[in-house]
């Protein structure tokens, strides 16, 4: 199954397209944007409009706790399944978002890093 993957910066159109483009195949917009991931910060990360969401399906978009630890090497755990399930349904991923990151562990991989001590967190 081919995705389709929109890069670019805030307030460049990348949700508009992505609702049109998953309107227009049956796929779904998935989100790769740092600070979408959070529940309750919808407005200060300028996440797809209820209008949007009602127009196409989302995935990834509000699902991690605002104070939860949350880094690449986890987004690339949960979108792996979640690609998984669409290419298994025949539904096209729409891969938009700003972060850059997110694109390159998507395309390339990433290397796993292990937890950062509390000891490490606190000093700095």
Same mark, same amino acid.
């Given at each position: =199954? #081919? %995705?389709?993957?929109?890069?670019?910066?805030?307030? %460049?159109?990348?949700?508009?397209?992505?609702?049109?483009?998953? #309107?227009?195949?049956? $796929?779904?917009?998935?989100?790769?944007?740092?600070?979408?991931?959070?529940?309750?910060?919808?407005?200060?990360?300028? #996440?797809? %409009?209820?209008?949007?969401?009602?127009?196409?399906?989302?995935?990834?978009?509000?699902?991690?706790?605002?104070?939860?630890?949350?880094?690449?090497?986890?987004?690339?755990?949960?979108?792996?399944?979640?690609?998984?399930?669409?290419?298994?349904?025949?539904? =096209?991923?729409?891969?938009?978002?700003?972060? $850059?990151?997110?694109?390159?562990?998507?395309? $390339?991989?990433?290397?796993? =890093?292990?937890?950062?001590?509390?000891?490490? #967190?606190?000093?700095?």
């Amino acid at each position: =199954m #081919r %995705s389709v993957l929109i890069a670019g910066p805030t307030a %460049s159109g990348k949700s508009g397209l992505a609702v049109q483009l998953a #309107r227009a195949f049956g $796929g779904v917009v998935v989100n790769a944007d740092s600070m979408q991931v959070y529940d309750g910060l919808r407005l200060l990360t300028a #996440r797809p %409009s209820d209008a949007d969401l009602a127009a196409a399906p989302h995935a990834l978009y509000g699902h991690v706790p605002p104070d939860a630890d949350y880094s690449v090497g986890a987004w690339a755990r949960d979108v792996a399944p979640l690609l998984a399930a669409l290419a298994a349904d025949g539904r =096209m991923p729409i891969i938009c978002g700003g972060t $850059g990151l997110y694109f390159k562990a998507l395309l $390339g991989g990433i290397d796993a =890093m292990p937890a950062v001590p509390d000891a490490v #967190r606190t000093a700095w």
